[in-house]
C-alpha cells in the first residue's frame, strides 16, 4: 500500500504560479512511477503529467504546452508539479498518483494508488 498526500493548492490569479506537492508513505517511493491528473467539476478526470522512477522520463498532457513541470525527489518521497501560467481552464481538483508500472501512461486506470486531492482555483 501507498499512502499519497497532495498539498499547495489554493487560490490564485490568472498567470500566476502554484507549486503542488504529494508525499508518499508506505511502501518504496522509487519504485513506483508518478502521475499528475486533474478533475474540473463536470468533467472527466485529465491527464497532466507523469514521471518516470528515476525522474529521467517525463510526459504532459497536450494542454500543458510548456506552462507546467513535473519533478521528484525520491530522498523526500515527493513528486511536484510547478505551474506557471496558470489560466481559468486551470481550475480543477488536482491528484497525485502511483503506478507499479515502469510506463509512462496516461490512463487513470494503470495507477493503483491516488491521494485525496488539492483544489486549484484560478480567479480572472
Known amino acids: 500500500q501507498v499512502q499519497l498526500v497532495e498539498s499547495g493548492g489554493g487560490l490564485v490569479q490568472a498567470g500566476g504560479s502554484l507549486r503542488l506537492s504529494c508525499v508518499a508513505s508506505g511502501h518504496t517511493f522509487s519504485a513506483y512511477t508518478m502521475g499528475w491528473f486533474r478533475q474540473a467539476q463536470g468533467k472527466e478526470r485529465e491527464f497532466v503529467a507523469a514521471?518516470?522512477?528515476?525522474?529521467?522520463?517525463?510526459v504532459y498532457g497536450d494542454f500543458v504546452k510548456g506552462r507546467f513541470s513535473i519533478s521528484r525527489d525520491n530522498a523526500k518521497n515527493t513528486v511536484y508539479l510547478q505551474m506557471n501560467s496558470l489560466e481559468f481552464e486551470d481550475a480543477a481538483v488536482y491528484y497525485c498518483a502511483a503506478s507499479p508500472s515502469a510506463v509512462l501512461d496516461r490512463q487513470p486506470g494503470e495507477y493503483s494508488y491516488w491521494g485525496q486531492g488539492t483544489q486549484v482555483t484560478v480567479s480572472s
Open positions: 514521471i518516470t522512477r528515476s525522474g529521467g522520463g517525463l
